[in-house]
Each structure stands twice: as C-alpha cells, then as structure tokens.
C-alpha cells in the first residue's frame, strides 16, 4: 500500500501549524504554502495569494502524515497527542517516528520499549490535539 506524503509545519514564531496546500490560514491572512526538501533540509514556502514571490518560513518544525486516521476520521501526523480508552483508563501518549515507523508512545513510557505500532491502533484511537498547540 502506497501512503500519501503529506507535511504539515509548526511555526514557532506565529505559534500556528502550517499545512501544505492552498487556503492556510495564517495570522497575517491567507496564503498557500508548499514544502520544499533537499539531501539537508526541508523549507517551508508561503506566500500571499496575488503575490508572485514565495518567502521562507525558517523557524519550523515539520511532521510527517502517517497515512493513517483516526476513529472519527482525523489524519494522524508525527507530533500528535492521542487518547485510547483502555478499560476505565484512558492512556494518553504521542506519535512518534521511530526506528523506521510510527509508533504511539504512552506519555508514561520511559523509553521506546512500551512503543507499540500506530497501524494496530488507529482505528481505535482520538487525535486529541500535538505537542506543539495547546488544547
């Protein structure tokens, strides 16, 4: 199965997440926004709609789409928080890219030991928001 390649960005100056594609709401208005990746590094590209230039957005943290979503139908991308009712307990953890694939990481894992494979849990996990926005 092909997986759809997807980024989406933090920008950490504007404390705002950045999808790739046209309509990004931005603070500063609309714009489209691209992503632009080499051997070294990965640039984020906006720019105003009825602009022709294009200008960088250096202070970002990008993440990946997992090509998973979860059970209301949210895309799951590396960064995000994730509650899955166990029982009574609802464990809350994060995704993570690790060691070739995306895992759920409980938030009380001490190492990538307890990780367990994001593609079992999808369907029974809620995106509840990243590690970048507060809820």
């Not at 404390?15 to 984020?44: H, T, W």
């Not at 979503?69 to 899955?84: A, Q, R, T």
């Amino acid at each position: 199965m092909n997986r759809e390649l997807k980024f989406r960005a933090f920008d950490k100056d504007n404390k705002q997440m950045i999808y790739s594609g046209s309509n990004v709401d931005r603070v500063n208005g609309v714009m489209e926004a691209r992503f632009s990746f080499d051997e070294a590094d990965c640039c984020l590209l906006v720019r105003h709609y009825c602009e022709n230039e294009w200008y960088p957005i250096n202070n970002i943290e990008v993440m990946q789409f997992t090509g998973l979503h979860d059970k209301n139908g949210k895309e799951i991308y590396e960064g995000d928080k994730y509650s899955w009712n166990v029982g009574r307990n609802p464990e809350v953890g994060t995704i993570v890219f690790f060691d070739g694939m995306f895992a759920c990481r409980p938030d009380n894992a001490l190492d990538s030991q307890k990780d367990f494979s994001l593609n079992s849990m999808n369907a029974t996990l809620e995106v509840i928001g990243n590690i970048w926005e507060a809820k």
